[in-house]
DNA sequence: TCCAAATTTGACCAGTTAGTCAAGAATTTT
DNA sequence: AAAATTCTTGACTAACTGGTCAAATTTGGA
């Protein structure tokens, strides 16, 4: 008599449904990244996800559903590495790990960068509240701490907002652009050791700066 | 007798077809960018034009073609500052004033650098060649550029492709992120002063790195 | 094995979509 | 001012959309 996978039963899930669940996610990652949240369709998820329509639909019960996990699984990852920021480590050392971590998120999972960018291009309807609340508590925390090491002459003045915003939107550029990257690039951007010429010319520039040394 | 506004009269408008193609494009530029190109309607793209979808479908014969035209015109825009980079100027202040310019195309029409951007993260159905061709060639040209003044020792040995990805990154974060980017500066983002604030950080960090100095 | 619960699906519905059509209103040309 | 042209619109269509429903099939525990 179940109209739906129910998350009552004390939040176990069966085989079938942690498998399927995944798959929806899986493809809704892929297909609300390309089309945005209008665009995209339960069909097409389900599709990509290779169930019917109905059966998607008995698993998480409407579009916005679906998206809103989607997101919200996309965010804390994302939230993850900047936490962990060090204010006790070296920040040079600090911010190469945390650039390295983010440029290896983008390679290995541009799907999720690129579902995180659309709902921001959107207005944020979705994380709009997180990130004025949330997010920029992070932030301003963090941003603390980047003072703290300008302060201490460990680090160059410069702004820690938008410090932290030229990280974001270069190790993201790399998922969000992907095509254009590799457009202009060429095979040469699917080669194994791209990643790693990525996040060495990348750290260099924000590192050191591009005037001669 | 004519069914829709031919261009054929040798490209000559009227005053009614060029007042609404500019009405239409600025809708089409407001919805397609934060709806992205599926999940826009032309209905909505009408609304906003302040005209009938009938009389929208008078001037562009369909909803593929007004999102060509309005690409068309992003794409042009974008490039005009890039192919300014002049091989004969100095380095640091042909990349100032190209950073500048983008910041400032940024801030003045951010909804051009969604628009581009949705186009991309869809899989640049409609821009992939001109991606491919005649960007790569224009962005090769450049990197040749940079190269020499490498060369020169007047920049710092860093990969020219990457860094013109991390100016295109940067600069187009704060109108692709404008949301995001306003939600943790909060109303300081929208003071008169503020895109000269961003394009001081900006140029601060990627001429002169994060390294203490 | 047997059965209750969980899973899966096709048929269906009401609303939305891009685009057509014919006719009316405004504008320009003569 | 009359005619020709350009502009504008409401009514319509066929395809697609998110979501429902009842009935079938599969699964896992006794």
Redesign the interface.
């Given at each position: 008599m179940a109209q739906s996978a129910a998350r009552s039963n004390g939040g176990k899930q069966s085989r079938i449904q942690t498998e399927n669940r995944a798959l929806i996610m899986q493809a809704a990652l892929d297909v609300f990244?390309?089309?945005?949240?209008?665009?995209?369709t339960v069909d097409r998820i389900a599709e990509r996800a290779g169930m019917s329509k109905t059966n998607l639909l008995y698993y998480y019960p409407s579009k916005e559903e679906i998206y809103r996990s989607a997101i919200e699984q996309t965010v804390e990852a994302w939230l993850d590495p900047f936490d962990a920021i060090d204010p006790d480590g070296d920040p040079?050392e600090e911010?190469r790990r945390y650039i390295t971590v983010k440029l290896k998120m983008s390679d290995q999972n541009p799907e999720a960068s690129?579902l995180f960018?659309?709902e921001?291009?959107?207005?944020?309807p979705l994380v709009?509240e997180f990130?004025?609340t949330r997010?920029?508590a992070l932030?301003d925390e963090k941003v603390a701490v980047i003072r703290t090491w300008i302060d201490q002459?460990?680090?160059?003045p410069?702004?820690p907002?938008?410090?932290i915003?030229?990280i974001?939107?270069?190790t993201?550029?790399?998922a969000?652009?992907e095509?254009?990257?590799q457009?202009?690039?060429?095979k040469q951007a699917k080669k194994p050791g791209f990643s790693e010429?990525?996040a060495?010319?990348?750290l260099?520039?924000?590192?050191?700066?591009?005037?001669?040394?």
């Open positions: 990244s390309t089309d945005g949240y209008r665009g995209a040079i911010l690129r960018a659309n921001v291009q959107r207005g944020a709009g990130l004025s997010l920029k932030v002459g460990r680090l160059a410069v702004d907002y938008h410090l915003f030229t974001w939107a270069t993201q550029h790399y969000d652009f095509v254009q990257v457009a202009i690039l060429g010429q990525v060495h010319a990348v260099s520039i924000l590192l050191n700066g591009i005037r001669p040394r």
